[in-house]
Every structure is written in structure tokens, then in C-alpha cells.
């Protein structure tokens, strides 16, 4: 065991008296996670307290009265436990630990206590779909050898062909390549092989087994314990995979992502891991909450995964990859609001992440590149867009997420120099586009100074030049600046009664290429075409995505603009 778990604080149990009253002050309103604003921070690139360059936890902490100026409710954390970082993270090797270059669990529980302290709420990711192969027990499985129980803990199989040399099936990394590799045993011979849907680094967990099971609830318990206020879970529809693991019959597996349901992908059986995690939450008092990284074919699907007794959100995947189009738009709204009220969960919605280009960089190129792209586009397009497409998404009801650094604006750093590239799926032919560094390069906080202020001795990814005129200075007080957009629009989504949670919108009548629908006393339009369009005078202007004079906003609204208006 790490020793950083003999130096946590002692945790409390769930029906303790003792329990965080940090917990408490936040636990402002009953179904928060109904509405709320949640900040995606990439620990790696958020901010670096040591000037090692690379982001960390003391970081994160000193920057939360940002956030909680700029209007969130609560923090998504991107992975920072213990790990070999061959996936940022994403490959664990102690779920119990943080890694040295992040910090101890003495920081995560400061962190934790002072986001409370300032009425914000914690989310951190788990991983269950996979674990490092530095992880104690894969590295068990290898050393003890086929047949032992430990290899029972992940997919281990012999292989095809007269000697083994062929995969156990055809199934496709989603990085690229077999999603199988050989491992040499430890009598020096060739042996079995595993499964690893993602990076051969990311060894696949068999659901099937108990102890996979016994040990997510326990990993679960000791953060709830420490005050988190939720987990998101990555890889949400995988862990299960299909009996007898068939083989797919295609090798273009790739372009079915997202468009059936895989053997390896979005199997039923998932939702029983849920239902029993599920009972472990409502355990603790607080309202904490799972959001599940999930993606499947339909919005239809997704909503099985926020079932009364399963988890409470669900990202919007599909709505993260329409168009600026106000026809596919007005579509993929009525759907996942159509789809998430049978079940009463709240819809979300979402436009970046650290796993897609930035949406003011999509939204500044032609349609149909998809959601990783290596073209600038243009750039001034692409901003008026993001502007207008943030005001759609947070006019719209449910629950809504933001990316760091979303708020000033950032582009997509698409000319990164290959040397510096660190996406693992960058290096494994035919997979993912391996782009992904594009969008986790760290943000700027000041105009100048080594990283633009993220940190005294550089930053882990180039930041272009110019990233300082970006930064939190340099549009912090700046009328009319992408942040403090943000800041009016969230500060505005909490007064206004209509905004928020909701399960509903009534379309209004609009021109062509115009959304508009009312919510009680508020209207939203937004114009998805360049040019400017004529309504009807809705009220008095609360907000405009682009330059528009209130004194005429009821009637013109610009091109490629998002207005709110109440009528009250």
C-alpha cells in the first residue's frame, strides 16, 4: 500500500455526527445537481504551485475563489491518483493515492475542505473499466502466471492459431491497433493475452469477477469518506463485455463507435454495477452525486443510465457534436429532453472537454470534420459561435458543464510540434486522431511571466504566443470579454426563477436558422445564421452573446448571436 494512506485524515463514517460541516454549508438546496454549473478542471493544466510544470492540487486551491467568482457550482476533477501517466491518468495504478506530481491526500483533503468553505462542491473521477498495468494486482496476475486466481481479476486468454500467436478475438483498441497484446511468462515462453480497449498500458477489469466489484465499493467509500461530493465515471458503458467475448466481424470498428451497441460497449449488465453503487451514495448525506461518461448510440440508451435507482447525469454526448444549426440543434434538445423526463433525470448539456478540439475552434470550421480536428478555422467565426453557443446551452433546462479556460475563450493549439505530443493515441496507428493534446495545453492566467502565469518554471505543453492577451488578467473588468460573459451569464442563470432545472421549453415562432423558446418570463433566440434576423420584441435584453443596443435588441438580433430576454 502507498504510505500516503496512512497519512489521510481518519475518516469518518457516514452517520457520524462528526462529518464534514464543510459538507453541510454547501448542501444549499435539495437536487442541486439538477441545475447545476459544473467546471471541469485538467489537474495536469489548470495551475502548477511548485514551478515543476505541471499542474497540481495546491494549484487547484489557490485558483477556487476564481471559480467560485466565476459562478459554478461545483468542480470536476480529471484523474490525479497515483498512476505512470501512459494515459494522463486514466490508467491508475492506486486508486487510493495521489500521485507525487499532484500532490499527497493531505492536499486533496485541504482542497476538498476549501472548496466547501467557499460553496463549492467536488467531483473526481474513477476509473472501473481499467487499471494501470502497474497496478498491484495486474502486475500479481502476470508474475503468477495462467490459471492463477489473480488473472482471474482481468480478461486473460489463450491465443488463436496453432501457437497462440493470433489475438483471442478481433476486437480493436479504441487507440489504435489489437486490443489484445501477448505477454511473456514467467518461465520467459509467450503466452497468454489481455485485453485492453484503450492503451496496452490500460489493462481491462473482468466485472465478472467479485473482488473487481468489492474493491470499486470500497475505492467509493474511502473518497465519499474524505468529503468528495461525487464521482464522475469514465468509461461509464464499458466494464461489461459480452458473453464468450465474440468477435465483432469488422475492421473498421472505429466508425461504428456511437452508432451501435458493442460487445465490449453499453451491455446491460452495466446497470447492475450501478444499482449497487447507487445504494452505497444514498448512504451519505449531502446529495453526492455520479455523472457517467457514457457513450451509446442513442440518447435513448443514455437515459438508462440515469434511472431513478442508477446515477443522477449522464453527459449529452450527441448534443456535444451537433452543429452550429438550428434545425440539428432544435432536434437533439427535443430529444434529450423527451428521452430524460420518462426517467426524471435532469438533462446535460456540454460543448468541450479535455477529450474534443475546442468548440470556439469546431465552431470555426466547415461542418462534418468531427469533434478532433487539426485545422485553426477561423478564428473570429469560431468565437462569436462559442459565445453564442454557450448562452444556448446554459438558457437550456438542466445541468450544464464548462471546461476550463472555455471562459476566455481559448482555441484549440492545433499546431503543436510532434515532438511535444503526448496523447497516447498520437502514437498508435489507425485509432483515434491522437489530437487530444490540442485542448489541454494550460491556461493563461496572467499577460505575462513564465507560462502566462500557470506557473514559475514553464508548462508540460507549449503555450502559443500571445496566450497572455487571453489570460484572466488581461479580460477580467474588460467589458464585453468572453469572461466576463460568462460571468454575467451564470450570475444572471442563478437570479433568474426560470432558468435552471426544468424539463421543458416552448418553441416559439422564428426564422429560418433562429431558435427561440420561452421558459416562464425568459426568452432565448439565438441566431445561427451570419446574418442578422428580425423578432419580435421579447422584452428587456439580460444578456447578448455579441454587440447588440438593447434599445433596438427586441426586434435585430446579429448574426451568429444568442439573446436572452424576460418579459417580466
Not at 483498441?173 to 485492453?196: C, K, M, N, Q
Not at 452543429?323 to 434538445?333: F, N, P
Request: hydrophobic share 35%; net charge negative.
Amino acid at each position: 500500500m502507498s504510505q500516503q494512506h496512512s497519512t489521510a485524515p481518519a475518516p469518518t463514517s457516514p452517520a457520524s455526527s462528526t462529518e464534514s460541516a464543510a459538507v453541510a454549508t454547501v448542501a444549499r438546496r435539495r437536487d442541486w445537481w439538477r441545475e447545476a454549473v459544473i467546471y471541469q478542471v485538467y489537474p495536469r493544466s489548470f495551475a502548477d504551485s511548485n514551478g515543476d510544470g505541471m499542474g497540481d492540487l495546491e494549484g487547484i486551491r489557490s485558483r477556487l475563489p476564481y471559480l467560485r467568482d466565476l459562478g459554478v457550482d461545483a468542480v470536476w476533477l480529471s484523474p490525479f491518483y497515483a498512476s505512470p501517466q501512459a494515459d494522463a491518468g486514466y490508467d491508475v495504478a492506486d486508486y487510493r493515492a495521489v500521485d507525487p506530481m499532484f500532490g499527497n491526500l493531505l492536499d486533496a483533503d485541504a482542497l476538498i475542505r476549501d472548496a466547501h468553505g467557499l460553496g463549492l462542491r467536488i467531483i473526481v473521477d474513477i476509473v472501473p473499466n481499467h487499471s494501470s498495468d502497474q497496478h498491484e494486482w495486474f502486475k500479481r496476475a502476470l508474475a503468477e502466471g495462467p490459471g492463477s486466481p489473480a488473472r482471474d481479476r482481468y480478461h486473460f486468454r489463450p491465443g488463436k492459431g496453432a501457437n497462440g500467436e493470433l489475438p483471442p478475438n478481433d476486437w480493436e483498441s479504441i487507440f489504435g491497433g489489437p486490443a489484445w497484446t501477448r505477454v511473456t511468462e514467467p518461465d520467459g515462453t509467450l503466452g497468454e493475452w489481455y485485453l485492453h480497449l484503450f492503451a496496452p498500458e490500460q489493462p481491462d477489469f473482468n466485472w465478472e469477477h467479485p473482488a473487481v466489484g468489492d474493491e470499486f465499493r470500497s475505492i467509493l467509500r474511502f473518497w465519499l469518506d474524505m468529503g468528495v461530493d461525487g464521482f464522475r465515471i469514465d468509461v461509464a458503458h464499458g466494464m461489461v463485455k459480452a458473453e464468450g467475448l465474440p468477435d465483432l466481424g469488422s475492421h473498421e470498428q472505429l466508425k461504428l463507435l456511437g452508432n451501435d451497441v458493442m460487445p465490449f460497449f453499453d451491455q446491460d449488465g452495466v446497470h447492475d454495477i450501478y444499482r449497487q453503487w447507487r445504494l452505497i451514495l444514498d448512504e451519505y448525506s449531502g446529495e453526492r452525486i455520479f455523472v457517467a461518461e457514457a457513450w451509446t448510440p442513442t440518447v435513448e440508451r443514455t437515459a438508462n443510465y440515469v434511472r431513478p435507482d442508477e446515477l443522477h447525469q449522464a453527459f449529452n454526448f450527441q448534443y456535444l457534436g451537433t452543429h452550429w444549426d438550428a434545425e440539428e440543434l432544435r432536434e437533439v434538445i427535443d430529444r434529450t429532453l423527451d428521452s430524460m423526463r420518462p426517467v426524471g433525470a435532469p438533462a446535460t448539456w456540454v460543448l468541450s472537454n479535455h477529450d474534443v478540439t475546442r468548440h470556439a475552434t469546431r465552431f470555426g470550421n466547415p461542418p462534418g470534420l468531427g469533434t478532433q480536428i487539426r485545422l485553426p478555422g477561423d478564428r473570429e467565426l469560431g468565437l462569436r459561435r462559442a459565445r453564442a453557443a454557450t448562452l444556448l446551452m446554459l438558457a437550456l433546462p438542466g445541468s450544464a458543464y464548462v471546461y476550463q479556460g472555455e471562459e476566455l475563450g481559448l482555441p484549440d493549439v492545433v499546431d503543436l510540434p510532434d515532438e511535444v505530443r503526448q496523447d497516447p493515441a498520437y502514437f498508435r496507428g489507425e485509432g483515434q486522431d491522437g489530437f487530444r493534446d490540442g485542448c489541454r495545453v494550460p491556461i493563461p492566467w496572467t499577460r505575462a511571466g513564465s507560462s502566462y502565469g500557470f506557473g514559475s518554471g514553464g508548462s508540460w505543453l507549449p503555450q502559443p504566443e500571445g496566450w497572455g492577451e487571453l489570460s484572466v488578467e488581461a479580460q477580467t473588468g474588460v467589458a464585453g470579454s468572453t469572461l466576463e460573459l460568462y460571468r454575467a451569464a451564470l450570475a444572471v442563470r442563478r437570479e433568474q426563477a426560470d432558468l435552471g432545472a426544468g424539463d421543458t421549453v416552448e418553441w416559439l415562432p422564428a426564422p429560418e436558422g433562429v431558435l427561440a423558446f420561452r421558459r416562464g418570463e425568459f426568452v432565448c433566440v439565438a441566431n445561427t445564421t451570419g446574418e442578422p434576423v428580425t423578432t419580435p420584441a421579447y422584452g428587456r435584453v439580460l444578456i447578448a452573446s455579441g454587440d447588440v443596443d438593447p434599445a433596438d435588441a427586441g426586434t435585430d438580433v446579429p448574426g451568429d448571436t444568442t439573446v436572452w430576454f424576460t418579459t417580466g
